[in-house]
């Protein structure tokens, strides 16, 4: 409350009574930190020969992503859903399966496979948009903990079809031998692929933006914030509310189309509800409903994961400790406090 | 009288063994402001909440206009042009004043998929939120959050939000609680005004305020209508004083 000038998301004449707001304030400078952060250090490894971290560097951006996805759910719309990987598992198996039918050159319901990274994507998208828009509007029926729980049975669903289909690896999971293709770019270099990843990051970060300050945006948060006033106001939350739904597990079903394709690897592991949990502490970690929440809770998370990991084996441990300091001291995640707090809304 | 903009008939609901509203007929003219008083519990805040469509009837019917509009959901009533404030104010807190009442310009202007131009920049949405905060004298306070407003203030933001749907019929309940003698007096005066655009059905215990404003009055009584009139038909009559009115 004491920065209204941090707030241009939220209020609208903010920036005449204050004067022309800053060019470079602290939330911006964090955000640009952030990102300049994700792009030079994956750069600098590539020069270094460090493919590893270069690929370590994707695995972030994606993992990213998919939270913005979940974010733009939970964090802006107010729907917990404990149900994310069934998207982002989707979009993993919609680029496994693909490449499958590509590579022995077979149909898959009587359509050719393809190993061209732009048809994935979009065959990625509108599945999960389609599963997203089937579940949402039977779950946002309900609220709360029942909302939590009809989600987390909806991907367990989707989970164990995919285990029990042998088809496509059941248990074990498929591989993709090969690294799907994108016409101009060689997929296989990983600086190259990681560029792909953040341009994906950097496209569900902007896309979150503007749809939040647009009129969609102002109705999702008054929906949020108080259904009764939007229905006075003549909006009926439930359509706004599955649109967003629906986006959201677009952005994390994108993510998870190229992060099958990053391990050259899908299992039912990516639809878990483990996998549903991590997305959550990563949005909660960074930042419940902030824009760059996710990018700093899946930067500290995979960070953890990969420092603390190494050294034992309870790293979730520590993990856990982090999470609680950080639910019961910075409410607004590790980005509220590097980049201080956003007026809520 | 001008032509009926509002009309409820027979409307009932019955809770568990609470006959909340029993049989109650109602309407409302043009121009006028139509009080409706009544002891606590008497079922008035929901009689307007089935008005409003957030409470199913058990029977009844209400009209808006020459529309059957029993059937609709509360969004749909508001953008078909019923207006209310609620009796305990229903706002987003953290948001500015000014965004709370945005939303109504928005649902207006048609659907909200709209996914592309910033609101903020928005003069469609912007010009006709300030009017309406400009006639409720809130001018100064459009970007301060609703938490930070005082109750009486908020119950002005509610008429605010309310007017900027442009209505054809107006539901408050208990506009004047909380505001004080001063607030009480320039509301008053507003609304004597705002009447001749849009009628008013009025719910208010504050009896200075209803008598210099209703053109009727109705008495609600554990869930019915007990008697109907002007002001001094009502102030007279056996039965209200002895219900409600006292001495």
């Known amino acids: 409350m004491t920065r209204p000038h941090l707030s241009p998301l939220h209020s609208p004449a903010a920036a005449t009574p204050a004067g022309p707001r800053r060019w470079l304030d602290r939330r911006r400078l964090v955000h640009g930190a952030l990102l300049a952060l994700?792009?030079?250090?994956?750069?600098?490894?590539?020069?270094?020969?460090?493919?590893?971290?270069?690929?370590?560097?994707?695995?972030?951006?994606?993992?990213?992503?998919?939270a913005v996805g979940l974010n733009l759910a939970i964090g802006f719309g107010g729907m917990i859903s404990f149900g994310h990987a069934a998207y982002f598992g989707l979009g993993g198996y919609v680029a496994g399966i693909s490449a499958y039918h590509a590579f022995d050159g077979s149909l898959v319901m009587?359509?050719?496979?393809?190993?061209?990274?732009?048809?994935?994507?979009?065959?990625?998208?509108?599945?999960?948009?389609?599963?997203?828009?089937?579940?949402?509007?039977?779950?946002?029926?309900?609220?709360?903990?029942?909302?939590?729980?009809?989600?987390?049975?909806?991907?367990?669903?989707?989970?164990?079809?995919?285990?029990?289909?042998?088809?496509?690896?059941?248990?074990?999971?498929?591989?993709?031998?090969?690294?799907?293709?994108?016409?101009?770019?060689?997929t296989q270099d990983a600086l190259s692929f990681f560029l792909i990843c953040f341009a994906g990051l950097m496209l569900s970060l902007a896309l979150t933006s503007r749809l939040m300050k647009s009129r969609f945006g102002a109705a999702l948060t008054m929906a949020r914030l108080n259904e009764t006033r939007l229905a006075t106001a003549g909006i009926s939350p439930f359509p706004i509310r599955l649109v967003a739904f629906v986006v959201s597990a677009m952005i994390t079903g994108l993510a998870g189309a190229l992060y099958a394709d990053l391990n050259g690897f899908v299992s039912p592991s990516m639809l878990s509800w483990q996998l549903s949990g991590e997305l959550m502490v990563i949005v909660i970690l960074g930042g419940v409903g902030r824009l760059y929440g996710p990018l700093a809770g899946a930067i500290?998370?995979?960070?953890?994961?990969?420092l603390l990991g190494g050294?034992?084996?309870?790293?979730?441990?520590?993990?856990?400790?982090?999470?609680?300091?950080?639910?019961?001291?910075?409410?607004q995640g590790v980005i509220g406090w590097l980049a201080g707090s956003e007026r809520h809304g | 009288m001008g032509e009926r903009v509002l009309s409820i008939s027979g409307m009932s609901k019955r809770f568990g063994a609470l006959q909340a509203t029993q049989d109650v007929s109602l309407d409302l003219h043009a121009g006028e402001i139509h009080a409706l008083i009544g002891p606590n519990g008497a079922g008035k805040s929901t009689l307007i909440a089935q008005i409003a469509g957030s409470l199913k009837p058990d029977a009844g019917e209400i009209r808006l206009g020459e529309r059957d509009i029993t059937a609709l959901g509360v969004a749909r009533r508001a953008r078909l042009g019923l207006g209310r404030s609620f009796q305990v104010s229903c706002l987003a807190e953290p948001l500015s004043v000014l965004r709370n009442v945005m939303i109504g310009a928005q649902a207006l202007q048609g659907h909200s998929f709209r996914f592309w131009r910033p609101v903020d920049s928005d003069p469609r949405l912007l010009a006709p939120a300030h009017a309406a905060l400009e006639r409720m004298h809130l001018a100064h306070r459009a970007d301060t959050p609703v938490a930070a407003l005082s109750h009486g203030e908020r119950r002005q933001v509610e008429v605010a939000c309310a007017l900027v749907l442009e209505p054809r019929a107006l539901l408050l309940d208990e506009p004047m609680a909380g505001l004080g003698p001063e607030g009480s007096a320039r509301l008053t005066e507003l609304l004597e005004t705002l009447k001749q655009e849009v009628p008013i059905l009025l719910i208010e215990h504050d009896m200075d305020a209803v008598f210099r404003l209703a053109d009727r009055i109705s008495v609600l009584v554990a869930g019915r209508v007990i008697a109907h009139g002007d002001g001094p038909t009502i102030r007279r009559d056996p039965r209200v004083r002895d219900a409600y009115l006292g001495d």
């Open chain 1, 311 to 331: 050294l034992t084996e309870y790293w979730t441990f520590f993990l856990g400790l982090v999470l609680l300091g950080v639910v019961l001291f910075a409410r």
């Open chain 1, 300 to 306: 500290l998370f995979v960070m953890m994961e990969t």
């Open chain 1, 110 to 186: 009587g359509l050719p496979g393809s190993d061209d990274m732009r048809v994935i994507w979009l065959a990625a998208v509108l599945l999960c948009g389609l599963l997203a828009l089937a579940i949402g509007a039977i779950s946002l029926r309900t609220t709360g903990v029942y909302f939590i729980m009809i989600t987390l049975a909806f991907a367990q669903m989707v989970y164990y079809f995919a285990t029990s289909w042998p088809d496509y690896g059941g248990e074990d999971g498929l591989p993709i031998y090969l690294r799907n293709s994108l016409p101009g770019v060689d």
């Open chain 1, 38 to 66: 994700m792009l030079l250090a994956p750069v600098a490894a590539d020069l270094l020969g460090e493919v590893y971290y270069v690929n370590l560097a994707s695995r972030i951006a994606l993992v990213a992503m998919a």
